[in-house]
């Protein structure tokens, strides 16, 4: 059985930190291309990164480059955002997805990616 499981979330001051993980199983993590997506409430859904499966090329939607890092550990099947300087509208629930091929769209579909996982809330508020 595929999983994904997000966690790290939560509420945040404006300009604070946080780290997402995404745990990965039932399928070859280091093979496919993993990406972060987020859903602000009542919005679509909005591509934040992805990095491919090989040589980890990274990829950043513009609103996050230069404050958002993502990465991989394929020994731990896991992947992680790093988000500083957090802004009130990076607040989201964000999900981890894996797909065969890139997919960059500013704002996919479900059906373009593989694998999901359940979302973890980030709330950066004062």
């Known amino acids: 059985e595929v999983q994904l499981v997000e966690s790290g979330g939560g509420l945040v001051q404006p300009g604070g930190s946080l780290r997402l993980s995404c745990a990965a199983s039932g399928f070859t993590f280091s093979t496919y291309v993993m990406s972060w997506v987020r859903q602000a409430p009542g919005k679509e859904l909005e591509w934040v990164s992805t990095i491919s499966g090989g040589r980890g090329s990274r990829f950043y939607a513009d609103s996050v480059k230069g404050r958002f890092t993502i990465s991989r550990d394929n020994a731990k099947n896991t992947l992680y955002l790093q988000m500083n300087s957090l802004e009130p509208e990076d607040t989201a629930v964000y999900y981890c997805?894996?797909?065969?091929?890139?997919?960059?769209?500013?704002?996919?579909?479900?059906?373009?990616?593989?694998?999901w996982g359940q979302g973890t809330q980030v709330t950066v508020s004062s």
């Open positions: 997805a894996g797909s065969r091929i890139v997919v960059i769209t500013t704002h996919p579909r479900r059906d373009e990616y593989d694998y």
